[in-house]
């Protein structure tokens, strides 16, 4: 358990922690431009997102690293990634289909977007970061995210990370992450900043690593 100079008290979550936590991870993401093109309907918006962060929880909480604040106000789901990526599991997508329903392609077409472009160097995965809505910017995100940098410092990991709105992606920039190319969602979709956090050296933080391949550009 750590506790920060802003008192904020971090410690791994547990399954007795799942309802809070769920509800923290879908309230905080229930607005943004990533949650209106993948729900564009808000009235199923919320039940949808419960169902779908229920799943994410309890993934985390098996395969993962979840940090959360003494109170359970947030909520950080990492996932060591020693190897290059190997696909999207078809239990996964099942899950996937099952908690989101009529939802599921732009869900699935995220994954594999997500999939498809992430860099192949060993790292951390930050794959979803939440504070509950009223309890944002009081320093919550900034101490979990530390929390789990300084344990990926000692043993000289990179983290990675996908930033889903300009301001998000200027409090990784602050704690040493360097953006790589942008994603484009398809169909009228937002944008996503995927971002980087290597060992800095003299001449800054570290470069955005190799991801995968490239789509083939079309012929003119
Ligand atoms: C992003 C988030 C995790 C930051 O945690 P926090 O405790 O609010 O942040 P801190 O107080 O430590 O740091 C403040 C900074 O966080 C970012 N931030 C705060 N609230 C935010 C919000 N609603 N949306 C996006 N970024 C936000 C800003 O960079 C802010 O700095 P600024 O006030 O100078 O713009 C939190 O606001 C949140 O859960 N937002 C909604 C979900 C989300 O966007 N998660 C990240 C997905 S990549």
Not at 105 to 133: I, N, R, S
Not at 206 to 220: D, H, S
Request: hydrophobic share 40%; net charge positive; proline share 10%.
């Amino acid at each position: 358990m750590t506790q920060t100079r802003n008192r904020v008290t971090v410690r791994p979550a547990t399954h007795d922690d799942a309802g809070p936590l769920i509800s923290v991870l879908a309230e905080a993401f229930v607005d943004g431009p990533v949650a209106d093109w993948l729900i564009p309907d808000p009235d199923d918006r919320r039940a949808v997102y419960h169902r779908y962060f229920r799943k994410v929880l309890l993934h985390g909480l098996a395969h993962g690293e979840v940090d959360t604040t003494a109170d359970l106000a947030a909520v950080a789901i990492w996932y060591p990634r020693p190897e290059r990526p190997s696909g999207i599991p078809a239990e996964h997508l099942a899950a996937l289909e099952q908690a989101t329903g009529v939802y599921a392609p732009k869900f699935t077409l995220l994954d594999a977007m997500f999939e498809a472009f992430h860099p192949q160097e060993p790292h951390h995965h930050l794959a979803y970061l939440a504070v509950c809505p009223e309890r944002q910017n009081r320093g919550i995100g900034t101490a979990l995210l530390r929390h789990h940098h300084r344990q990926l410092d000692t043993l000289g990991v990179p983290a990675y990370l996908e930033a889903s709105n300009t301001r998000n992606r200027e409090l990784y920039r602050r704690l040493g992450y360097r953006a790589g190319p942008p994603l484009i969602l398809p169909t009228a979709g937002p944008t996503i900043w995927r971002m980087w956090r290597g060992q800095p050296s003299a001449a800054g933080p570290a470069a955005f690593p190799a991801t995968g391949p490239r789509p083939r550009r079309r012929a003119r």
